[in-house]
């Protein structure tokens, strides 16, 4: 559906000028938010009458109002309104919120009045500010500018600020800042939280408008327009005073607490926020109470969210009207708001909580039950309740006392009472239970007192205006005084407290009450001084209090001193900064996760702690509004909430207690606490019956089973900042039932609580959105869905349903979460419609410190896909996790078969036949169980709950529990609509019979009735060519049915049998035969009735599956050469096979998990191959080569057959210069495989979304291998251990190449050789392509490149390097005598010939007819060898570039056209595409073309890999040393012989961007040494395009500018001063890293590590990872974020966990695992070192020769644990095999504890001898150093500086052979 814009609504029809315009108007706009114009409905008469009688009334007030003088017409008001902006005023905004005004008063005000309307009093339209100018934006996303106070507009209430500053902050994609204050004024601003620093976001999800006349601003949705926030008139900014009115986008508000309203706010409301001890009273909505939050969350029409939060502390009132409109009234501070984007409820919050700080992750135990009252008096009271609780077996985690427990209320202290108070907690612990006290902020000034001495001596106490202490009264029977909790010193008293007091008590956790901050008295004991602060001249209205209605009732003096400001300023603060103070202390004492409940709370307190809803009543109103209250902190990113369990005050009944211990226990945060004068409520209470005890139990036993999946919402809460108890529309944004129900709330997105809220009902009308929804207690669906319905609750019973698609983890449980730990596990599954479900676990020791950071945890993701339910392990770190025992596995909405007929059943995939299994199956009457558990630990695989004595038609009525019954739907319909509804039905019975069509779930059309189609899970194509149609789907036994995609498909079981089972031999190998099904048609041309299939276990790793044709000798991939195989052990794999229709599945043998699980319609005729399989994911990277983006769409079909095709964008799937039938598959925990099929003929691969991929292939044999990894780069090394390792470059090929068709002469080749040196710019290169050649032959040159040796001779005696072009053909047209290249092939006879023997003649560059020498001939390495070899003698070349070797062809075949053959013309031919048509001969050779080793049928796609050997081959023996050979067309294996460039590109964005997919496809291929054209090849680049590309192609790992010859020139020194400097510094910057980079590329050779990588090979785990291909890798340590887009100066970058610091300053990053927006203007690229690396690096030069010359660096980045390390290698640079000989030098590089060190682990480069270590520079040290010593000697303080955390060390180290260290302290 397209996006549309929602207009807000018109005012309401009053106020318009003409009810029929006014009624279109309103419908129009309706429309417009519902996508359509509502459709009437038939009026019966007594409607019609209504509708009259409502007309008339409408007329009759006309003439009233006409008769009255009053004019309805729009915005029109009352004579008092006719000037000053009143008449046109469309939105009344209140200018009298006293509520006492009159119209003289309101004048007074320059305000519009009458009294006919409300307010009364509004603002006049235009009354505000003005903005001088525009918004003027800097860099990092910031934008100022002023504001003027309009002239002549009254004080309202105190002195005005004339000059305003607004400030704007772009913060990030989804959030936006505005802040308006006074610039002339340090006013005062909300010190805490403490918010993320901003930076420059992009793509912004809003977009910002201003008013300039009339300052307003307007937030509004990038993509659709709609206004979210748009300020109108009345904007004030005084001293005391700041007012701000916005129109919203909807009514559908919730949050701005903490009130007792419902969860959708009223639409006209005036909510007071300043946090106050007021009892929380469901009939008092407005009363302010304990906690500040103005934050709210608006839901808009098409169920998008945003929220909006204003910083501001300061006492506040927020009124909402139903235009809709919000005006925010404070008297201080600044107007600080943030706009979250969204779009999802959830995000929002996310969002938010990003901000403000996540929640803290609780103790295990603290969700657990707690018990409390205030009133046990002593230890022994306390401890017989809990002993009461132990006998009835009610669960209890946790005892609390209340202030009972103190001597005469004291904080720290405890009465006689309780002398034996550490007896009652010994007691506690022993059980495994837990303790918690409470601790007042209030400390007695008047007793002998270590609190208050201690808190005296450091000067910690809030002190008065005169600076003096401020006394109260509270809690301690005498006077008290508070402490700051915003001095500096607070942790140090509180923690001292804590602990002293922690020694005498061991308590576990702390109970913070009374920290609004209350006091019995208004102000202090002596009062207040008169200040406008204690008595300011607007006070929020709501603000109340027993004592009376003004700001010091019941907390302190407004002008009170605090470190950080007034009281005044910091009162709503004041539970936040008490709760951070002692989670502090807490942490420190304890060293483990405790738990901290604030009653007052701000944004931000859910960092430290949870909350309680304050000190309800024993109420059923009390119950019902709890409900609202926990979903609300939801909101305020403070999960853990709950209320006083059967209420804090009065006296409760059984009834109420029952049922709200049922709810309670679905509070996030369960405690059962009463008051001082009320009865026992505890659930083992005498006052209770056996019925109420056990259904306290049973529900706190159903809390306990769920506790697995509570705590791990936690985590993610924790995490990520999502909801754990959230509002259904969280989950159903779009279904507006859900907007305003509060009476249901689920856990997470998988449990819907709906409890009993009212007295004497045992039913309850709960909300089923659309899905499957399933009874948690017998499993039966719901059978109705987007409606409401009445569920049987009886009294012992809350109705709890599962959500389809959802996968529930779960424990058995005990009395205690401690003994309940120790339990097996369970997992309740519960399908969607697809029969898929999800779900996680989270897992650790439960009260250790920051597990998600040390990794001290498990995480489970479950997953239910194609009746597989698997377990992914996201993270390991948690031991624990290896003795949890998973004992059964349930499964809900699972369809069952039927005995009495022999029903299709799913064939595939196949399962392995059981033995004897260990557990039992046991059965009852109406359900059926069975297990299957692991053998080793008992993990259960599966559990089944299904019925097994009931016809289906009998199991619809049984989907609601026993007792439950099912309300009508919402409309009753007569019983003529019924009667028209069951003609209906049976008249389309009738007509199906006569059709005979049947009628049942899941039926196909007619052609589906046989062969496995009517059950085919996966459809795989059967009719690739696209144009079938039945008839000729059926010819080949396949289904139809016109109304899926694929149409025409496999049916199951399509294919071959085993015969037997596989036989293994010695040295890990097997075989089997396979047998084609009878009369399976053929698909294409002659099938093979036998084949052979070898099983390989090769490696611990690695597995090959061969699939060949053992009658036949068919070919076979002859290059490159693969290892001998071995017999595996202990492999990472198994395979399993399938005989009835064979199929085979590898899976990892540590989690079973299936990598590649074929399947129906595998196929093996002679020349059409086809297998298909299930993956196991849809990241899938490879299959090469081609312009898709790194990871692979799930809907693909890939050619692979290597053509002279340039790269287009565009067509991503084109098949282009190369080909690589490998993939790597990341899996859902961030492990890694690798499949490669070796097969070099031409084929076609298939992505399904299942996710699923089939091979097409026209010849050869399927050869398989598979490599576990298992992480992504360890996929790469083992790949490469078996095509070849990439080769090692020699130094000088890593430099910067430059290269142009066109430069025609030697001499115009030199002078922009010239102009680079005089620019400066890097260039170790030069380039010449065909037009240096004489009429385009080999191995000749024109005379226009006569002196071509002086050329290549300027350029040595400049260290520099030259390169020439080769291109495979030899034209074979001139005399014999006349062209060597031809007469010595001929000799030699290695050239194709065609299929009569003869010559095979086509035509490419040479101006003649070619032949094309035959590459895989034993004679080529001679022949090629001496060509190159004498071509050298007279052109001193240093390498060789090797075009057009698809081979390309001009014509398609040859000169002659190609025989009729089915090799010509396959009978099935992949989708290639070529200028020269569809067919596999154009633009290259014939297929019977022969060569030495076979056709060129099979041999096509090896000619790139086969001429680049040969022509390495003659490098080396020429020159004797490394060399560079650059190939268009590759083949795996091609990697060990030289590089590639990816074609011939466009100068055009999208080739630039396209270009990073391309370089990490081809690391992937094993071919590290890749790079694209630099600012591109076809067509005229621009300046910016060119600039931005050499910026990215700096860190290309081969770096060539090269362009075509009818563009401009191109080279880096043609362009204006600030291109060239930017160039020149880019490449200035890569040749100071080539020490790195070459490093790299050692071990790449060495290992098969990659150079360039994606990110997710060093965050595989990460899945925003996953699909980014914007950003890429060198090595694990350098991050490359280059800007890719025209016209822009930043990049949006994304930075996993971890550190990462700016290469330019060595600066941190402030936030990791989000995307940031970085400032890139036109010279910069952003360039990142992560934490933990060592980067060696080298002064540069313009050349890599002098760049050698000069002296070392190294760059450290510590990590998180100030450790680092890394690698250089040093060889000379370009000698043979320096790695086999040793002739080099490997130092590795650590930092540890100050100390960083080398390690020599070879030192065979005699050169290091002499290698120069000038300094060592260290990011991220956070203490000056002071003392540096080398090795053991002191280094001088003038040789090392510290600024801005960076650390940098001048040394002088000569001789890198030798270990050497830097350490500091």
Aim: proline share 7%; aromatic share 12%.
């Amino acid at each position: 559906m397209a996006a549309r814009t929602y207009p807000l609504l018109p005012p309401p029809f009053t106020d318009l000028v003409n009810f029929d315009e006014a009624i279109d108007e309103r419908s129009r706009l309706l429309a417009s938010l519902d996508g359509r114009l509502p459709r009437p409905r038939a009026r019966s008469k007594l409607t019609k009458l209504v509708f009259f009688l409502l007309l008339l009334l409408f007329l009759l007030t006309i003439a009233i109002s006409v008769a009255l003088g009053v004019t309805l017409s729009a915005g029109s008001e009352a004579s008092a309104e006719q000037s000053g902006g009143c008449s046109a005023a469309t939105y009344r905004f209140d200018c009298y919120p006293e509520g006492d005004g009159n119209e003289a008063a309101c004048a007074s005000r320059g305000c519009c009045w009458n009294s006919l309307v409300s307010p009364s009093c509004f603002y006049p339209d235009g009354f505000g500010y003005s903005m001088d100018g525009s918004l003027s934006f800097e860099s990092y996303g910031h934008s100022s500018a002023t504001l003027s106070r309009k002239a002549n507009q009254p004080v309202q209430y105190t002195g005005p600020v004339d000059k305003l500053r607004v400030d704007v902050y772009l913060e990030t994609q989804y959030r936006l800042r505005m802040k308006i204050s006074d610039p002339s004024t340090n006013r005062y601003e909300v010190p805490w939280p403490p918010r993320p620093i901003v930076s420059n976001a992009s793509n912004t999800l809003y977009k910002v408008t201003t008013g300039s006349e009339t300052f307003n601003f307007t937030v509004s949705r990038a993509d659709t327009g709609l206004p979210i926030f748009s300020t109108a008139t009345g904007f004030i900014f005084e001293d005391q005073f700041l007012q701000i009115s916005a129109l919203l986008p909807t009514s559908n508000i919730y949050g701005l607490g903490e009130h007792t309203t419902r969860l959708r706010l009223p639409t006209n409301i005036t909510l007071t926020m300043f946090s106050h001890d007021t009892p929380p009273l469901p009939s008092e909505p407005t009363e302010n109470l304990y906690g500040v939050h103005p934050f709210y969350l608006g839901l808009e029409q098409d169920g998008r969210a945003h929220g909006v939060f204003l910083l501001n502390s300061n006492a506040m009132e927020v009124q909402l009207q139903s235009y809709p409109s919000i005006t925010y009234r404070t008297i201080g501070g600044v107007l600080d708001f943030y706009f979250f984007l969204g779009p999802g409820p959830d995000q929002v919050i996310q969002q938010y909580t990003e901000l403000i700080g996540r929640p803290f992750l609780p103790p295990y135990w603290s969700l657990g039950f707690h018990l409390s009252r205030w009133g046990y008096m002593t230890a022994n009271n306390t401890l017989a309740v809990v002993e009461r609780m132990r006998q009835k077996g009610i669960p209890q985690d946790t005892q609390w006392n209340d202030i009972d427990y103190m001597n005469m209320d004291l904080d720290f202290t405890y009465s006689t009472a309780f002398g034996d108070i550490q007896g009652l907690v010994s007691d506690l612990h022993s059980h495994s239970q837990k303790y918690v006290l409470i601790v007042d902020p209030a400390i007695s000034n008047q007793q002998q007192y270590s609190p208050f001495d201690s808190g005296l001596s450091l000067n910690i106490f809030i002190t008065n205006s005169s600076g003096q202490l401020l006394i109260g009264k509270v809690w301690p029977n005498s006077t008290t005084v508070w402490p700051d909790f915003t001095h500096p010193s607070v942790d140090q008293y509180w923690t001292s407290q804590i602990s002293q007091f922690h020694s005498n008590v061991q308590f576990d956790g702390l109970w913070i009450d009374m920290n609004e901050p209350s006091n019995f008295v208004d102000g202090s004991m002596d009062g207040c001084p008169i200040s406008s602060f204690e008595v300011p001249p607007f006070v929020p209205k709501a603000i109340r209090s027993p004592l009376g209605h003004k700001v010091t009732s019941g907390t302190l003096c407004m002008t009170a001193n605090q470190y950080l400001s007034t009281h005044y300023n910091l009162h709503s603060l004041y539970g936040l900064t008490e709760a951070n103070s002692t989670m502090n202390a807490l942490t420190a004492t304890l060293n483990k996760r405790s738990l901290v409940i604030s009653r007052s709370t701000y944004p931000g307190s859910g960092a430290h702690g949870g909350h309680w809803l304050g000190d309800n009543a024993s109420k059923w109103p009390d119950l019902a509004i709890s409900i609202p209250g926990i979903l609300q902190f939801s909101l305020f990113g403070i999960p853990l909430v709950g209320a006083d369990i059967c209420g804090f005050n009065g006296n409760t009944t059984q009834e109420l207690c029952t049922r709200w211990q049922q709810l309670g226990a679905f509070y996030p945060f369960s405690r059962n606490h009463n008051s001082l004068d009320s009865i026992d409520q505890d659930p083992a209470a005498a006052v209770f019956d056996k019925a109420s005890v056990d259904s306290s139990r049973g529900a706190l036993m159903l809390r306990y089973w769920l506790l697995p999946y509570l705590y791990t919402l936690f985590y993610f809460a924790h995490t990520t900042g999502s909801t754990v108890a959230r509002p259904l529309f969280f989950e159903f944004p779009t279904d507006n039932n859900t907007w305003d129900l509060d009476t249901q709330f689920m856990w997470g997105s998988s449990l819907l609580i709906s409890p009993v809220l009212t007295e004497n009902v045992t039913s309850v009308d709960a909300y089923f959105p659309l899905g499957r929804w399933f009874n948690f207690t017998d499993g039966q669906e719901v059978p109705y869905t987007g409606q409401s319905l009445l569920l049987h609750a009886p009294y012992n019973y809350i109705p709890l349903h599962v959500r389809g698609g959802s996968v529930i983890p779960m424990q058995s449980p005990n009395t205690t979460t401690t003994q309940s730990r120790m339990n097996s596990f369970q997992l309740l599954i519960a399908s969607d419609g697809n029969q898929n479900a999800s779900g996680y676990l989270y897992l650790d020791d439960g009260d250790s410190l920051n597990t998600d950071q040390t990794n001290n945890y498990t995480l489970l993701q479950f997953a239910l896909h194609n009746n597989v339910f698997s377990s992914i392990v996201l993270s390991s770190g948690y031991s624990g996790a290896d003795g949890a025992v998973l004992e059964s596995v349930k499964a809900f909405g699972i369809k069952i078969s039927d005995p009495s007929t022999n029903r299709y059943e799913v064939p595939w995939p196949p399962r392995p036949i059981v033995s004897n299994a260990s557990n039992k199956v046991t059965t009852g009457s109406k359900t059926f169980n069975f297990t299957v558990s692991r053998a080793d630990t008992g993990l259960p695989m599966v559990r089944e709950t299904i019925n097994i004595d009931e016809p289906d038609d009998e199991r619809i009525a049984l989907l609601v529990s026993p007792g439950e019954r099912l309300r009508p739907p919402p409309r009753a319909r007569s019983r003529y609509t019924i009667m028209c509804l069951i003609l209906l039905i049976v008249l389309t019975i009738a007509i199906s019979v006569a059709l005979g069509v049947t009628l049942s779930a899941g039926s196909e059309a007619s052609a589906e009735q046989t062969g496995g189609c009517s059950a085919a899970t996966y459809r795989f194509d059967c009719y690739t060519e696209g144009d079938g149609n039945e008839a000729a789907c059926a010819s080949r036994g396949c289904c139809w049915n016109s109304s899926v995609s694929p149409s025409c498909f496999y049916p199951d079981r399509f294919g071959y049998s085993m015969d037997g089972a596989l036989s293994f031999e010695s040295y890990g190998h097997g075989s089997a035969t396979l047998s084609r099904k009878a009369n399976q048609p053929v698909q294409y041309t002659k099938p093979v009735a036998k084949l052979r299939v070898d099983v390989y276990l090769e490696t611990q790793y690695r597995l090959r599956v061969k699939i060949s044709d053992p009658s036949t000798n068919r070919y076979e991939v002859p290059w490159p050469p693969r290892p001998i195989v071995s017999n595996a052990s202990n492999t990472l794999y198994k395979v399993t096979t399938g005989s009835e229709t064979f199929n085979f599945t590898v899976s990892r043998a540590d989690t079973g998990l299936p990598i590649f699980s074929t399947g129906t319609g595998f196929i093996f005729e002679d020349q059409f191959l086809q297998i298909s399989a299930l993956l196991p994911t849809s990241n899938i990277y490879g299959l090469g080569e081609h312009t898709t983006r790194l990871r692979l769409p799930t809907n693909i079909t890939l050619t692979m057959f290597s053509h002279d095709t340039p790269p287009l964008p565009s067509e991503p799937t084109e098949n282009l210069n190369g080909v690589h039938p490998f993939y790597l598959g990341l899996e859902q925990d961030g492990r890694a495989h690798g499949v490669f099929l070796l097969n070099s003929n031409a084929m076609e691969v298939q992505l399904q979304p299942y996710p699923s991929i089939t091979y097409r292939t026209i010849g050869g044999v399927l050869d398989f291998y598979f490599f576990l990894g298992p992480g992504p780069d360890q996929v790469i090394q083992q790949y490469t251990e078996l095509i070849g390792r990439p080769y090692l470059p020699p130094y000088w090929s890593l430099g910067f190449h430059l290269s142009r068709w066109g430069y025609m002469t030697a001499n115009n080749t030199l002078t922009v050789v010239e102009r680079m040196r005089q620019k400066g710019i890097p260039q170790d290169t030069q380039w010449n392509d065909i037009d240096y050649m004489n009429m385009d032959l080999d191995f000749t040159y024109s005379a226009g490149f006569g002196d071509i040796q002086g050329l290549v001779s300027d350029l040595h005696s400049h260290s520099q390097r030259y390169v020439l072009i080769v291109d495979p053909a030899i034209s074979n047209q001139q005399l014999p005598g006349q062209y060597s290249p031809f007469d010595s092939g001929l000799s030699l006879n290695i050239f194709i010939t065609n299929s009569s023997g003869q010559l095979l003649i086509g035509k490419v560059w040479p101006n003649s007819t070619t032949v094309w020498p035959d590459f895989t001939h034993p004679n080529v390495d001679q022949y090629w060898t001496s060509q190159i070899s004498q071509f050298h003698s007279n052109v001193s070349f240093d390498g060789l570039w090797i075009d057009m070797n698809e081979p390309s062809n001009f014509v398609d075949g040859s000169m002659d056209g190609c025989p009729i053959s089915s090799l010509e013309i396959p009978p099935f031919v992949p989708t290639i595409r070529s200028p020269l048509g569809h067919k596999v001969t154009s633009g290259t050779l014939c297929m019977t073309a022969n060569q030495y080793l076979s056709t060129h049928y099979n041999l096509h796609n090896l000619y790139g890999l086969t001429e680049a050997n040969s022509t390495m081959n003659a490098l080396t023996a020429t020159l004797n040393k490394r060399s560079l050979v650059i190939s268009r067309s590759t083949y795996p294996g091609s990697g060990a012989q030289g590089g590639h460039w990816l074609g011939d590109n466009a100068s055009e964005w999208p080739d630039l961007a396209i270009s990073i997919p391309g370089i990490l496809q081809f690391s992937l291929f094993g071919i590290p040494l890749v790079g694209a054209d630099i600012c591109g090849f076809n067509g005229n680049t621009t300046q910016e395009l060119c600039t931005r590309w050499q910026q990215l192609g700096a860190f290309y790992p081969f770096s060539r500018n090269h362009n075509s010859l009818d563009s401009i020139d191109q080279d880096p020194a043609v362009f204006d001063k600030a291109s060239v400097d930017s160039t020149r510094d880019a490449l200035l910057l890569r040749y100071s890293l080539l020490p790195y980079l070459y490093t790299l590329f050692y071990f790449a050779h060495t290992t098969g590590s990659t150079v360039a990588r994606p990110l997710f090979f060093e965050f595989p785990t990460d899945s925003n990872t996953w699909d980014l291909d914007t950003q890429f890798l060198w090595g694990s340590s350098l991050l490359i974020s280059p800007v890719l887009t025209e016209n822009v100066t930043s990049v949006e970058a994304y930075f996993p966990h971890g550190r990462w610091f700016n290469f330019t300053d060595g600066q941190e990053l402030s936030f990791h695992g989000q995307s940031l927006l970085l400032h890139a203007p036109y010279n910069f690229i952003p360039l990142h070192v992560r934490g933990g690396s060592v980067i060696p690096m080298q002064t540069p030069n313009t050349t890599t020769t002098q760049s050698r010359l000069n002296s070392f660096q190294l760059l450290i980045a510590p990590d998180g644990n100030q450790n680092a390390s890394g690698y250089l290698y040093l060889d000379d640079g370009e000698s043979l095999n320096t790695d086999q000989t040793n002739n080099y030098t490997l130092l590795q590089f650590a930092l540890r504890n100050n100390v960083f060190s080398s390690i020599v682990l070879s030192s065979g480069y005699g050169g290091a001898d002499g290698a120069v270590l000038e300094s060592i520079k260290t990011f991220g040290i956070k203490i000056k150093p002071t003392n540096v010593y080398l090795n053991t000697t002191a280094i001088g303080s003038d040789n090392f500086t510290y600024s801005n955390r960076v650390f940098t060390v001048r040394v002088s180290i000569t001789g890198l052979n030798y270990p050497f260290s830097i350490s500091w302290d």
